[in-house]
């Protein structure tokens, strides 16, 4: 593994307690970084940050990222004990099943773009204000190529991501010239604790659209991840970097 310099690095990660979220915050540490998990599964939360606990400075909290209050709240605690958040991971998400959108449930479909798409914007919310007072900042929001091919029997979950994109080209835009660059991840389909979100014909159905014939490994992403995190990273901002085995087409 080729280690980063993100040596005195603060990094909050959404969804931080198991999956690309938990690759990503071992990536750091490894790294010299110091992370803040949040997650709404406490169990999940104590056992990460356990096993984190050996390779640096763990942080947790339990947090509705859905909730405005909560998301300011988290984000005060963080600069109370941290003083500085340098990172944001915006991971958490929810696939919200699988069904033609006809067929979706209206409230399943409003919590998936609540959860994907209201919430990243949140979390931006309570944390930029602080990396524009210390003119540094790395965002990197974990979309999905059903963003940009748009998946069927997925419509709530594509959408979700396609509007996570358009967010980070805005938001990209508007901090150019602060010293704080966001970029997106687009990844294909990862075997995660998501998958229990899945029917297994649309799982089949991923799987046949990777030209390299095998889902993405979350430490693949977590490498990808914790590069666009480092200073290395230092002239792309507004970009959506694909990681999906040969997937992708633009």
């Known amino acids: 593994m080729n280690q980063l310099d993100l040596n005195g690095r603060v990094a909050v990660i959404t969804g931080g307690a198991q999956g690309i979220g938990y690759a990503t915050a071992e990536r750091m540490l490894l790294s ?22 050996a390779l640096g400075t763990v942080d947790t909290a339990l947090v509705e990222l859905t909730d405005a209050d909560a998301v300011l709240a988290a984000a005060g605690a963080v600069m109370r004990t941290q003083g500085r958040i340098d990172i944001l991971v915006n991971n958490a998400g929810i696939t919200g099943g699988n069904a033609t959108t006809w067929e979706l449930d209206p409230v399943m479909w409003r919590r998936v773009i609540e959860v994907n798409l209201v919430a ?31 998946n069927p029997n997925a419509s709530h979950y594509s959408a979700s991501k396609a509007g996570l994109i358009a967010l980070t080209k805005s938001l990209s835009k508007e901090l150019a010239t602060q010293g704080i660059l966001v ?36 430490g693949e992403i977590a490498a990808l991840i914790g590069w666009l995190s480092s200073e290395d990273c230092s002239f792309s901002t507004g970009a959506v970097f694909d990681i999906s085995g040969g997937r992708a087409t633009y």
């Open 32 to 53: 010299g970084a110091t992370v803040v998990l949040w997650d709404i599964d406490a169990k999940a939360l104590a056992a990460a940050r356990e096993s984190l606990s």
């Open 120 to 150: 990243p914007y949140l979390v931006c919310r309570a944390v930029v204000p602080q990396m524009l007072q210390r003119g540094y900042g790395r965002i990197v929001n974990v979309a999905s190529v059903a963003g940009k091919e748009g």
């Open 183 to 218: 970029n997106a991840v687009s990844p294909a389909a990862a075997k995660t604790a998501i998958f229990d979100q899945m029917s297994q014909q649309h799982i089949d159905f991923m799987l046949g659209k990777i030209p390299m014939g095998r889902f993405v490994q979350v």
